[in-house]
Each structure stands twice: as C-alpha cells, then as structure tokens.
C-alpha cells in the first residue's frame, strides 16, 4: 500500500498547491478562533450585571446581533442575519416579543441571552428555544432563560417542551439532556455551494412543471399536506401561507413550481430567499419544501423539481442552496447528493415532559 508521503509525490504541482492552500486556510481558521475566543474571556460577563426581563419593542437588530456572534464562531455554514430576518421571521411565527420572549441583558453588551416559546405541531407541545452569548455562558444565564421559558409553556396549559440543538454544538446538547430533555429525531442539514453549476433537468416525459401562481395556493397546500400527512412534528398548510411569503418577498415568483400530469399537480417544490447581512455572501436559497406524491416517484420528479427552482435562483444571482432532510431518508438524500448537495450537519430534535 502506498503511504501518504509517497502518494503525494506523485501528485501533479497544482494538486500539491491546493493541498498547501487549504492547509494554510484551515491554521487562519484556527488562529482566527483562538483570537474570538481570547476577546470573548477578556469581557466575560459577571451574572451580578445581568437583567432578566421580557423581550422588548423592536429588538430584531438586537437579535440578529446576538444570533451572529452565537453562530458565526461555531456554524459550519453561518451566514450574518439582519434584523429584518428576524422581523419577518417573528411576524411568521405570530411571536409577540412581550409575551413570547425572555431576555437577559447587560450595560455593557445589551442582549447577551434570549429564549423564546412559540407553537407546535402538536397542540400539547411549545416549542422552545435559548441562545447565550459567548462570553455570557457557563454562569447560569442559559439555565434561568432556560426555566423561564419552561414556566410560560406551563403557564399556557401545555405538558410538554421542545426543541433542537445542532451536532456541531455537543455541548448543547449536554445541556439539554442534564436538564431531562431527550432526542426523538434527527433531521441532515445539506448545502449546495455551486448554484452556477446546475442545469435545470427538465420533466420526465409525459410531465410538464408549471409555476405556482396565487390562484392555485389552495391546491400547493392540499398537496403538500397529503404528501407530508403523518409525518414528524408536520403541521398542516394553508394557501394563505404561500401568499404571505410571496407578499414579504421571501417567495419569488418562478421559485414555487407544481410537477403536473395531465391538469393534475403530483409533485412541487418551493424555494425561499434568505437575505444575508452580509454582502459578500448575498442571498442564499432555502428549499422550503419538496414532495411527490407516492404513485409518481422514482420517475425523476423529484431531481426535476429542484433543478428548475435552483437554476431559476442561480439566474437570479444565488449561488448557494441549503435544505433540510429526515436523515433516515436514505432515498431523499441520495437524490440531492446526485445534484451537488453535500451533507454538512445534523439537527438533533428533543423534547421533555414537564407536566405529568
């Protein structure tokens, strides 16, 4: 067997540059982290300066401050949000930031915590949700939001909570499962980083893909609920919702799609813009959603339907996609890593009972 050192000797020079580039690549990387994590010791917060309070009018800039630093040390694919992802995120949600929302805030970085509660697929269940600053962790910040938020779930005549916590942040999940919470499902977060790259594949023969107009919301909804009826934590549609996110701009016209047979819809895809604040990194598509109903798969509809809607993003100056997928959806997951999606990270969802 040929070693490593060997191998490389035959290595033609262009392949050796690019080994020594990615190498220099990754000891910025580490230098860079090393650096952030001197300057987050060096302004730890002291609990005694802490204030715990509801969440307050007009926050989103304060959030999207507070996710950003969260993130950006530790996300393999962290992209810089806006307050205005966040506005329209919240309007979504129907979260009220008064009654929805717990903070903890300092005089000198503001918003160093937060948590939230919003509803669940299942009426019993509240979802919940906790991010601490860097430099506000391990004195107890996460641990009072954290109880805080469970108290308003229980206030609201719910039993249960839930929530989920990234693989990439195993210390998140320790402090999920020391607090009773445990893993009920595991979804793959998958990227595509080449969206100039792909060719819209075209339908199968006898179908033909279509734009989802308005008009047809009502028939997007009744097919995606059909599709995704049963499923973990799925919580029924209305056309109303496709409305909205047109409205908002988070839906673009030629980014929803039907797969049609005959007149009949049998298959959709549906893209959202995420808006970055950051303007090297621009927009990215969100494959919001995808299906085909159970008669017409493995004919390609799916490959299809996510092409037309990556290409169409692509021409409108995307270059990246992301999506979300049940990872013991082997089939699903073969069929994006055949169109360019890689597979980068795992979602472990988890609930707790608080109720008895």
């Given at each position: 067997?040929l070693?490593?050192?060997?191998?490389?000797?035959?290595?033609?020079?262009e392949?050796?540059?690019?080994?020594h580039?990615r190498?220099?690549?990754?000891v910025?990387?580490?230098?860079?982290?090393?650096?952030?994590l001197w300057?987050?010791?060096?302004?730890?917060?002291?609990?005694s300066?802490?204030?715990?309070?509801?969440g307050?009018?007009?926050?989103?800039?304060?959030?999207?401050?507070?996710?950003?630093?969260?993130?950006?040390?530790?996300?393999?694919?962290?992209?810089?949000?806006?307050?205005?992802?966040?506005?329209?995120?919240y309007?979504?949600l129907?979260?009220?930031l008064?009654?929805d929302?717990?903070?903890?805030?300092t005089p000198r970085?503001?918003?160093?915590?937060?948590?939230?509660?919003?509803?669940s697929?299942?009426?019993?269940?509240g979802?919940?949700s906790?991010m601490v600053?860097p430099?506000?962790?391990?004195?107890?910040?996460?641990?009072?939001?954290?109880?805080?938020?469970e108290?308003m779930?229980?206030?609201?005549?719910?039993?249960w909570?839930e929530?989920?916590v990234?693989?990439?942040?195993?210390?998140?999940l320790?402090?999920a499962?020391?607090r009773?919470?445990?893993?009920?499902?595991?979804w793959?977060?998958?990227m595509?980083?080449r969206l100039d790259?792909v060719r819209?594949?075209?339908?199968?023969?006898?179908?033909?893909?279509?734009?989802?107009?308005?008009?047809?919301?009502?028939?997007w909804?009744?097919l995606?609920?059909?599709?995704?009826?049963?499923?973990?934590?799925?919580r029924?549609?209305?056309?109303?919702y496709?409305?909205?996110?047109?409205k908002r701009?988070?839906?673009?016209?030629?980014?929803?799609v039907?797969a049609?047979?005959?007149?009949?819809?049998?298959?959709?895809c549906?893209g959202l813009?995420?808006?970055s604040?950051?303007?090297?990194?621009?927009?990215?598509l969100?494959?919001?959603?995808i299906?085909v109903?159970p008669?017409?798969?493995?004919r390609?509809?799916?490959r299809?339907?996510c092409?037309?809607v990556?290409?169409?993003?692509?021409?409108m100056?995307?270059?990246e996609?992301?999506?979300?997928?049940?990872?013991?959806n082997?089939?699903a997951?073969?069929?994006?890593?055949t169109?360019?999606?890689?597979?980068?990270?795992?979602?472990?969802?988890l609930?707790?009972?608080?109720?008895e």
């Amino acid at each position: 067997m040929l070693t490593g050192t060997r191998f490389s000797m035959w290595l033609p020079l262009e392949a050796k540059l690019m080994i020594h580039v990615r190498i220099r690549q990754k000891v910025v990387a580490v230098i860079r982290q090393s650096v952030r994590l001197w300057l987050e010791d060096a302004q730890m917060v002291n609990y005694s300066e802490v204030t715990f309070g509801p969440g307050y009018p007009d926050m989103f800039e304060d959030i999207a401050a507070l996710y950003n630093a969260t993130s950006r040390p530790d996300n393999p694919d962290h992209v810089d949000l806006d307050g205005g992802y966040f506005r329209r995120s919240y309007e979504r949600l129907k979260i009220d930031l008064r009654q929805d929302v717990a903070t903890a805030t300092t005089p000198r970085l503001g918003l160093v915590g937060m948590a939230l509660v919003t509803a669940s697929a299942r009426p019993d269940i509240g979802y919940v949700s906790v991010m601490v600053h860097p430099a506000a962790r391990r004195i107890g910040i996460g641990s009072r939001l954290l109880s805080t938020i469970e108290d308003m779930v229980v206030q609201r005549g719910l039993s249960w909570a839930e929530g989920n916590v990234p693989s990439y942040r195993p210390e998140a999940l320790r402090f999920a499962t020391k607090r009773g919470y445990s893993v009920e499902w595991t979804w793959l977060k998958m990227m595509h980083h080449r969206l100039d790259s792909v060719r819209a594949l075209g339908a199968p023969q006898k179908y033909t893909i279509i734009d989802i107009p308005d008009e047809r919301a009502e028939e997007w909804a009744a097919l995606q609920n059909a599709i995704f009826e049963g499923q973990f934590r799925y919580r029924p549609v209305t056309g109303e919702y496709l409305v909205e996110m047109r409205k908002r701009g988070d839906l673009r016209n030629g980014l929803a799609v039907f797969a049609m047979k005959g007149d009949q819809p049998v298959g959709y895809c549906l893209g959202l813009v995420m808006h970055s604040a950051d303007p090297s990194i621009g927009e990215r598509l969100l494959i919001h959603g995808i299906g085909v109903v159970p008669e017409h798969r493995g004919r390609g509809l799916g490959r299809s339907l996510c092409t037309t809607v990556m290409h169409r993003a692509a021409r409108m100056g995307m270059r990246e996609a992301e999506l979300v997928v049940d990872s013991t959806n082997t089939a699903a997951i073969r069929m994006y890593e055949t169109i360019g999606f890689e597979q980068r990270y795992k979602r472990h969802w988890l609930s707790k009972k608080l109720v008895e």
